[in-house]
């Protein structure tokens, strides 16, 4: 028997992406599992950044490896940032809540972030570029904010069609489990 856990990714617009995640108060095990399979999740989806609401927990955690180099990786627990430096950038984002969807998404360059490792290790860091932008893209995730929220009316027209499939895909989804309910 396997106690490891696998997570299927949550998808906009599931109402869990919508709502506040909460702080994580016992750096237990539970914790570690979770955060294990959270990288699991985000290297077989090739991803870049993952937040806990996008496997469908309300819990305040980030993960993020830029490279896909193990060595590289970065947990998040509880997460603030307390301070964004440097010019706003244009940079197109993805996200793994949102398929085939890309936009143009602009940001500060620099951010400060405070948080605990998955031990509850302190953590206070200033990140820059591409990390940088991850974070606070994955942060947004823990406020319930989503990569359609950011988009210029541009990107939101660009990718209306598929955001609309994306809405009938989740309604199909929803009317299948009343079905088998
Ligand atoms: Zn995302």
Known sequence: ?????????????EPILRKR???????????KRTVVAMYERMFESKGVGLAAPQVGLKQRILVVNPTGDRK??????????????????????????FPGIYAEIKRPERCTVV???????????EFDGFVARIIQHEFDHLEGVLLVDRMSPTDKLKNRGALEELVERYQRRLRKSAAQG
């Open 1 to 13: 028997m396997s106690d490891e856990l696998h997570f299927d990714l949550t998808l906009y617009p």
């Open 21 to 31: 995640a909460e702080p994580i108060s016992a750096f237990d095990s539970a914790l």
């Open 72 to 97: 590289d990786d970065l947990t998040l627990v509880n997460p603030t940032i307390s301070a964004k430096a440097g010019d706003d950038t244009l940079f197109e984002e993805g996200c793994l809540s």
């Open 115 to 125: 948080a605990f490792d998955v031990d509850g290790n302190r953590i206070e860091k």
